[in-house]
């Protein structure tokens, strides 16, 4: 590390399980890069977190895992912070900016059952378990007679209700079970055509201020180029139809080369309606083609649908 170079940091993390493995990965990459580096964490709670017997569509979706954490690094008492992509508003706050997004782990939402190996081996009437609403309208698409219930809490907890007979099978992100070792559990990894996963999923992001141009220095080895471009696609669809955790959006792209295949899915909140499109871009037009594929889509129904639950 360089003389003059900054030698301590703050990371802003959430205190779940999860959240910590993801921000001490962080430090561990950053601690690995500039070994003089001394880097701390601060661990901040949430309205997500103080929250948990009301579904999160009801206390107002995205950002109620960032706000608390972005007042803290607007006010200076953190450097970065640390969050799951798929849970960052398109929009952020004056001042705050996405420094970088790493490379994407298993994408997709899996399927967890004690009782049956495969999503298509459910019963008629099955109790299924998710805090999702994406998840529940593209599942009831498929199968009407699923009885999908509110599932909230950490991925232990939900695995704990799951083993308590609770519930037929649970549905979680593939990427949130396999960071924390609970790989094993997942039974198959449901696919795009049967449930398109949230913007971003899989990737972890770091947000800073955007005055800080040393920290955003430090941090740049950390932006993962092929996942920046799908992720950069897939918020943009996001933000121009303005869907948060309180409606049932997917959206996924994938990069082959300098090609770029995005995917995306507008539902009403009980399956009943559902639009699919698909869009291929040049990795360069990226942002302009998620706004396409949302354009499009908002022509041919999704409007109506989103005018309904919004």
């Known amino acids: ?29 950053l601690e690995k890069r500039y070994p003089e580096l001394k880097v701390e964490l601060q661990k901040i709670v949430t309205t997500g977190d103080k929250i948990l017997d009301v579904p999160l569509a009801q206390i107002g979706g995205k950002g109620l895992f960032t706000k608390e954490i972005e007042t803290d690094l607007l006010e200076r008492k953190i450097d970065l912070a640390v969050h799951s992509l798929k849970d960052m508003p398109t929009k952020l706050p004056e001042g705050l900016c996405l420094t970088a997004v790493t490379e994407r782990a298993a994408v997709g939402d899996a399927f967890v059952s004690n009782k049956y190996r495969h999503w298509a081996d459910l019963p008629q009437g099955a109790i299924v378990g998710t805090s999702s609403l994406r998840r529940r309208a593209q599942l009831l698409a498929k199968r009407p007679d699923l009885d999908i219930r509110d599932l909230r809490g950490n991925v232990d907890t939900r695995l704990r209700k799951l083993d308590e007979g609770k519930y037929d099978a649970v549905i979680l992100a593939a990427a949130g079970l396999t960071r924390l070792g609970h790989g094993d559990r997942i039974r198959e990894t449901l696919p795009c055509d049967l ?46 139809v303005e869907g948060g955790c309180q409606v049932p ?3 996924h792209a994938d990069l082959d080369g300098d090609q770029l295949h995005i995917q995306a899915v507008i539902a009403s909140l009980d399956g009943s309606r559902i639009i699919r499109d698909t869009l291929d871009s040049l990795a360069a037009d990226a942002v302009e083609g998620g706004r396409r594929l949302g354009t499009r889509m908002l022509g041919h129904g999704g409007r109506e649908i989103l005018a309904e639950i919004l």
């Open 1 to 29: 590390m360089s003389t003059g170079m900054k030698q301590s940091i703050i990371i802003g993390t959430r205190k779940s399980l999860l959240a910590l493995w993801q921000s001490n990965y962080i430090k561990s990459c």
């Open 249 to 251: 959006i997917g959206v």
């Open 195 to 240: 449930c398109i996963p949230a913007v971003g999923q899989g990737a972890l992001a770091i947000e800073c201020r955007e005055d800080n141009t040393e920290v955003r220095e430090l941090l740049g080895f950390l932006n993962h180029r092929e996942t920046k471009i799908c992720t950069d696609a897939e918020r943009a669809f996001l933000g121009l």
